[in-house]
T-cell receptor, first 116, second 111 residues
């Protein structure tokens, strides 16, 4: 099956710094990728939809200037958490859509962000 | 606004039991519904996907049903095993690949 990777799997940073998380589709091209956030014991909340070559579409309540998304190629989308604060500590998961007739989403393994 | 609810939030059963997890959604205008499994600190594994035109899907010991008109889905797990212990999430596709997730049911199967 299709594989989606995320890097890093775990990151700890100081408050005020920026952190970049990569999401890659390893064996297929993904015109659309999605970014989710999951707080402990809670479900996944969609943050934004990322389309290759165009600006991301953010869900209501998600600050686009704080969570910068870049989808520069058909296999890579990045999420940058700018000026991170402790309340940004969360589990970030991406998914990539295969498109076409199958149109299936595959999820990455997630990135655990801890902001001190 | 679509809302997805899962009941129960947590479930503990002895090994071998058959069990049912419930998922309900408020807006029947969905493209499909999926059930996922999530192990602690890990990503999601897709278990079953039911298209909006379908009533059920089966994979091994798992059977998922969908009643779109009433906004309900169930995941039936037969002969549960300790390895089934995980959090089970249901999600509805509201279009454009956007998934709305429920809060999950944390399942523990005791040996």
């Amino acid at each position: 099956g299709a594989v989606v990777s995320q890097h890093p799997s775990r990151v700890i940073c100081k408050s005020g710094t920026s952190v970049k998380i990569e999401c890659r589709s390893l064996d297929f091209q993904a015109t659309t990728m999605f970014w989710y956030r999951q707080f402990p014991k809670q479900s996944l909340m969609l943050m934004a939809t990322s389309n290759e070559g165009s600006k991301a579409t953010y869900e209501q309540g998600v600050e686009k200037d704080k969570f910068l998304i870049n989808h520069a190629s058909l296999t890579l989308s990045t999420l940058t958490v700018t000026s991170a604060h402790p309340e940004d500590s969360s589990f970030y998961i991406c998914s990539a859509e295969t498109g076409g007739a199958e149109d299936t989403q595959y999820f990455g393994p997630g990135t655990r962000l801890t902001v001190l | 606004k679509q809302e997805v609810t899962q009941i129960p939030a947590a479930l503990s059963v002895p090994e071998g039991e058959n069990l049912v997890l419930n998922c309900s959604f408020t807006d029947s205008a969905i493209y499909n519904l999926q059930w996922f499994r999530q192990d602690p600190g890990k990503g999601l594994t897709s278990l079953l996907l039911i298209q909006s035109s379908q009533r059920e899907q089966t994979s091994g010991r798992l059977n998922a049903s969908l009643d779109k008109s009433s906004g309900r889905s169930t995941l039936y797990i037969a002969a549960s095993q300790p390895g089934d212990s995980a959090t089970y999430l249901c999600a509805v596709d509201v279009g454009g690949g956007k998934l709305i997730f429920g809060q999950g049911t944390e399942l523990s199967v005791k040996p």
